[in-house]
Nanobody, 124 residues
């Protein structure tokens, strides 16, 4: 089992920045592809970014490209999401997700483990 704990959410003004963290349990972090998803009120959960277990390749949804950066620290068993130039439409609960050895998929169904989420609110 893999446990995921997100942190770093909060309230920020439009144009501001936040860094989300997702700490994982266990000793197999380097084998995990890690993803960030988000869910706004009344909307479905959507893919934001992912980093693959091998080589750490990354991919992003178009709406965050150039503003968000996903990174991982295998020594700390932690994945990060640096969010810059935040917009009101980025407001959502952000979830960390993990899957073993898989590609950095943008599909919810491909991820086996999920965190509880952290709220991000962007004031206009």
């Amino acid at each position: 089992q893999v446990q995921l704990v997100e942190s770093g959410g909060g309230l920020v003004q439009a144009g501001g920045s936040l860094r989300l963290s997702c700490a994982t349990s266990g000793r197999t972090f380097s084998s995990l592809t890690m993803g960030w998803f988000r869910q706004a009120p009344g909307k479905e959960r959507e893919f934001v970014a992912a980093t693959r277990w091998s080589f750490g390749s990354t991919n992003y949804v178009d709406s965050v490209k150039g503003r968000f950066t996903i990174s991982r620290d295998n020594a700390k068993n932690t994945v990060y999401l640096q969010m810059n130039s935040l917009k009101p439409e980025d407001k959502a609960v952000y979830y960390c997700a993990a899957r073993y050895y898989g590609s950095n998929s943008d599909q919810l169904r491909d991820y086996e483990y999920w965190g509880q989420g952290t709220q991000v609110t962007v004031a206009s």
